[in-house]
């Protein structure tokens, strides 16, 4: 895995595009390398560059992290609900 604090856009113009959203991007670069990029328009691009096997492993470690924020989430919103409820 390879930190990048800033990353030229030049740099990912032989890359492939897989996927993106808004503000970031997963580029292949090749030999089973992916770089993900953040790229929002009022700062540097950032990047982290991990390997085809890191991505897999993240993916699953960021749905797990998903899961526990949306769980706080619907707790939150369920407890509110109820709160207001009781004031009925």
């Not at 856009?9 to 992916?34: C, M, P, Q, W």
């Not at 924020?69 to 109820?82: H, K, P």
């Amino acid at each position: 895995m390879k930190l990048v604090a800033t990353i030229d856009r030049e740099a990912l113009k032989d890359a492939t595009l897989v996927a993106d959203s808004n503000e970031f991007a997963i580029y292949d670069v090749g030999h089973g390398t992916f770089t993900l990029v953040h790229r929002h328009e009022a700062t540097q691009w950032q990047a982290m560059t991990i390997s085809g096997d890191g991505l897999f492993r993240i993916t699953e470690l960021l749905a797990k992290a998903t899961r526990c924020m949306y769980r706080n989430v619907a707790g939150d919103l369920s407890r509110s609900m109820q709160h207001e409820n009781r004031e009925d």
